[in-house]
């Protein structure tokens, strides 16, 4: 198993940037897949971006271009960076982790985003 913590929420204006950070409790190197959903009020938890063990990335046409996510395996973290953020991309963002293929996801907590002037 894993536990994730996510951080690096916050308040930022249209048109900033933020980092999100995920910290797994153990070596991330190994594990098939791992992402970040997002949920804002009064509408479903929605994909953002992903990223395979072998490095296949894969994103949200609503992100694609201003969202980058990236891991460090060394430091056992994922990371998403957003930039040009709109109103829009507020939301709980989630981190997720799915061990091996066909296995369920591991959530952490959320963190929560706000873009607004």
């Known amino acids: 198993q894993v536990q994730l913590v996510e951080s690096g929420g916050g308040l930022v204006q249209p048109g900033g940037s933020l980092r999100l950070s995920c910290r797994a409790s153990r070596s991330i190197s190994s594990i098939f897949l791992m992402g970040w959903y997002r949920q804002a009020p009064g509408k479903q938890r929605e994909f953002v971006a992903r990223?395979?063990?072998?490095?296949?990335?894969n994103y949200a046409d609503s992100t694609k271009g201003r969202f980058t996510i990236t891991r460090d395996n060394s430091e056992n973290t994922l990371y998403l960076q957003m930039t040009n953020l709109e109103p829009e991309d507020t939301a709980v963002y989630f981190c997720?982790?799915?061990?091996?293929?066909?296995?369920?996801?591991?959530w952490g907590q959320g963190t929560q985003v706000t873009v607004s002037s």
């Open positions: 990223m395979y063990s072998f490095d296949s990335r």
């Open positions: 997720s982790a799915q061990l091996g293929v066909g296995e369920a996801y591991i």
